[in-house]
């Protein structure tokens, strides 16, 4: 990983090759759910959603290893268009029910329904889609994850909030601000790479990530753009 930045082609070839069987399984497994949703038990249902939600993991981490490539050698610069951002993270939140309910986590919900945002509309999904994926990983469980987004003073601002006793606000903060390379521990290297390859994308959109820790270990992690 230390010549991410070198060797392009055939890291390219890499990924490609890597992600067409995973392509093969999403798309399988979507048929499978779609064809024998009839004969099949919730707790079988629940499972293939499982399985699909690890094969959209796995692809989305070879999306990263190339964003962070792409960053690495060039400025990456956002597509702009009108979206209701709103719609964005329902979508996010069915995606990730099942992981959800593994975890005995209840989502509350405070945004209205219509909120236009002009942004990047696929890398801004993938951004709350890093941060909110992983505070469901180490958030308390049996506990509540509060979504916000709303405009204020020219503004659009998007805050999550949860309990969680894993990170100190220092270490998230590095997470967000360094990639470290050398990183042994597998869930810490992916955890870097969604929090910082996230705040790379935010600041491409001239916005900032926000990071604040309240009383009893519950902390707000979010990010604001400009309107």
């Known amino acids: 990983m230390q010549t991410l ?18 392509v093969a399984q999403i798309e399988a497994l979507k048929i499978f759910l779609s064809d024998y949703t ?38 990456i610069h956002p597509n702009y268009s009108r ?14 029910n099942i992981t959800l309910k593994y975890h005995n986590l209840n989502i509350i919900q405070n945004f209205p329904k219509e909120l236009i945002l002009n942004a990047d509309k696929t890398k801004i999904k993938k951004v709350i889609n ?4 992983n505070i469901i990983k180490y958030a ?9 987004a ?16 894993n990170f100190s606000i220092e270490e998230i903060e590095k997470l967000f ?6 990183e042994t521990s597998f869930e810490l290297f992916i955890l870097n790479l969604d929090f910082y390859l996230s705040n790379e994308i ?14 009893d270990k519950e902390c707000i992690l979010g990010f604001t753009l400009p309107i």
């Open 5 to 22: 930045n070198n060797n392009s082609e055939y890291l390219n070839t890499i990924l490609q090759n890597l992600k067409i069987p995973i």
């Open 83 to 96: 979206f209701n951002i709103a719609n964005v993270i329902q979508e996010i939140l069915e995606d990730l």
């Open 140 to 148: 308390n469980q049996n506990s509540n994850i509060t979504i916000y």
């Open 38 to 75: 009839n004969h099949l038990t919730q707790d079988e249902k629940d499972t293939i959603k499982l399985v699909l939600n690890s094969c959209n993991y796995t692809y989305n981490i070879l999306d990263e290893i190339n964003i962070l490539k792409k960053t690495l050698n060039e400025k």
């Open 202 to 215: 935010i600041k491409t959109h001239f916005g900032k990530i926000n990071i604040t820790n309240k009383v």
């Open 150 to 165: 709303k405009e204020i003073r020219n503004e659009f601002k998007f805050e999550i909030q949860y309990k969680s006793h």
């Open 130 to 133: 890093n941060l909110l994926s």
């Open 177 to 182: 601000k360094e990639f470290d390379f050398n």
